[in-house]
């Protein structure tokens, strides 16, 4: 089973939404490749923390990349059931026992955004109540039970407040969704593609794709997508760099303007990435990322979309590209006072919903960084 099967696994049996066949599945995994002779959890934490123990005894830091994957799948469960997060230097050195970080506590983002219509009224989605919420010249916006944003076109049968008796849909008119530092939202769009939106990102779109020759959104930030197939009518991503155009697919977007590098990594169909002066075309798998010229190279489509399912997932990464990323979710300004630990690599997996004390003391087990936090400042500095 791969790492992508386990989360959703896992995740569904966090939430009680996991159907017995899952559960089953679920079940045999653990088994064979944690535990073999081990029980189907009924209470979590303990489980948890006896999973941690012997994870503590048996697991040396990793010397390859083969060795850490099949550590992480072991580790998984801890991880995802919430319990922590474990991270492995892959920096030889001396590993330190843990700081104690007992200060200001930060809890985890979760589900936030600002929807902004057409007529510049902002809607507060994290206070909205579910059900209906705004009706637009022919399209009903709706906030569903699972947090969910949806747009659909009006029956002309309808008899809805505010329509004005009118059911003509304006196909010049965008609405905005934004979320800010430690939010995230999904969006279903008025064509049925849905979006997942990650922390600190923007989506602007038309209120309705009727009409147009092109289905063109606009991105900053990082957004997951997938695409209702319409041959007829291209699907386009433009960002301030870059356009994504598919047809129908699944595929991340990764465009923050304070990141050197905009990463597209396609898990379904096909897409084309274009630039004033360059092109390329990606198959399943495949990444691209956009300095100054197209670099495209095979994927680890799961560290990809991991934000999307609940998680981080690292893989060799730079301290400041994670601390980039948790300064995002977790709503934080970080700094370093020694710049050369911005350069020292991790590997990691962990949910991203748990408090940032628990993050951070495992990452100061297992390099030489030490993290304080001061207010809503997480400061980075050497190990003395």
């Known amino acids: 089973m791969d790492q992508e099967r386990i989360y959703i696994l896992i995740k569904k049996y966090r ?23 081990a029980e189907f959890p009924e209470n979590e934490e303990a489980v948890g923390e006896a999973m941690l123990a012997r994870l503590n005894r048996e697991t040396k830091p990793v010397k390859t990349k083969v060795h850490y994957f099949k550590w992480v799948a072991a580790a998984s469960v801890v991880l995802i059931l919430g319990i922590a997060g474990v991270f492995v230097s892959k920096i030889t050195g001396n590993k330190a026992a843990t700081q104690q970080l007992t200060k200001n506590d930060i809890p985890p983002g979760g589900n936030k955004a600002i929807l902004t ?22 399209i009903k916006v709706t906030k569903a039970a699972n947090g969910q944003l ?16 009118s059911n003509q849909i304006n196909t010049s008119d ?28 923007s989506l602007k779109f038309p209120v309705s794709f009727n009409s147009q020759k092109e289905r063109r959104v606009e991105l900053s930030g990082e957004a997951y997508f997938e695409v209702t197939h ?96 948790v300064s995002r979710w977790y709503n934080v300004d970080v700094v370093f006072e020694d710049q050369s630990l911005k350069k020292e690599t991790f590997g990691a997996v962990t949910t991203r919903f748990a408090n940032i004390t628990t993050l951070l003391k495992m990452m100061e087990q297992t390099g030489d960084a030490r993290f304080s936090i001061q207010g809503n400042t997480i400061t980075v500095s050497k190990r003395k």
């Open 15 to 37: 939430e009680n939404t996991a159907t017995a066949a899952e559960r089953d599945e679920l079940l045999k995994w653990y088994r064979e490749n944690a535990y073999q002779d």
């Open 117 to 138: 219509l057409a007529n510049g009224k902002k809607i507060s989605l994290t206070d909205a109540g579910n059900g209906q919420i705004a009706n637009q010249n022919g």
């Open 150 to 165: 949806v747009y659909t076109i009006i029956d002309r049968s309808e008899n809805l407040p505010g329509a004005a008796g």
């Open 174 to 201: 965008f609405n905005t969704i934004e979320t800010p530092k430690g939010g995230q939202y999904q969006v279903v769009l008025p064509d049925g593609s849905k979006v997942w939106l990650n922390a600190y990102t």
């Open 230 to 325: 319409n041959k007829e009518l291209p699907f386009r991503v433009v960002t301030n760099r870059q356009t994504v155009e598919v047809l129908g697919t699944h595929f991340d977007v990764n465009a923050y303007a304070d990141d050197a590098v905009t990463k597209t990594t396609l898990l379904q169909g096909s897409v084309r990435v274009t630039t004033a002066s360059s092109k390329v075309i990606l198959i399943p798998g495949q990444q691209a990322k956009l300095t100054n010229t197209f670099d495209v190279s095979e994927a680890n489509t799961t560290e990809a979309i991991a934000w999307k399912n609940g998680y981080f997932n690292f893989d060799d990464e730079k301290l400041e590209n994670i601390m980039r990323s």
